[in-house]
């Protein structure tokens, strides 16, 4: 199976996602410098230990993350209240090792969700529905 191949049969199993009951937690991963829309596949490189832990967190549950965009881009670890209120909820597609230790990820917004807003982050990487 290639790339290409791959890359269908994920987002069959995304289109069938549509029905999805967000749970009252999800991981959370602060981004910088982009701000997330429907109908984007976002390629994420995910370096940071926050981030990492988000990305595994999610993998391991229902491949649902939200994605907040961080307020100063250059801030390597910012804390909550750093992060924007209003973030998008996606679906992780596709995530890859790279050699230097990071990882790429795929993620896509997940149809008919939209934007959320959160009440608190505990612990960093986990979102509470407000």
């Known amino acids: 199976m290639d790339f290409e191949d791959s890359l269908d049969a994920i987002m069959e199993e995304f289109a069938e996602s549509r029905d999805i009951d967000i749970p009252e937690e999800l991981p959370l991963m602060a981004v910088r410098d982009v701000v997330v829309f429907n109908s984007m596949i976002l390629p994420l490189f995910v370096g940071r230990s926050r ?43 596709r995530t890859l090792k790279m050699p230097d230790g990071r990882s790429r ?16 982050v505990i612990p960093a990487t986990s979102w509470t529905q407000s």
């Open 51 to 93: 981030s990492t832990e988000a990305v595994n967190r999610a993998m391991e549950g229902n491949k649902l993350i939200i994605l907040v965009t961080q307020l100063d881009a250059a801030q390597d670890d910012p804390d909550p209240e750093e992060l924007y209120r209003v973030g998008m909820v996606c679906m992780i597609l």
């Open 105 to 120: 990820s795929w993620s896509r917004p997940c149809p008919g969700l939209g934007y959320v807003s959160f009440c608190a």
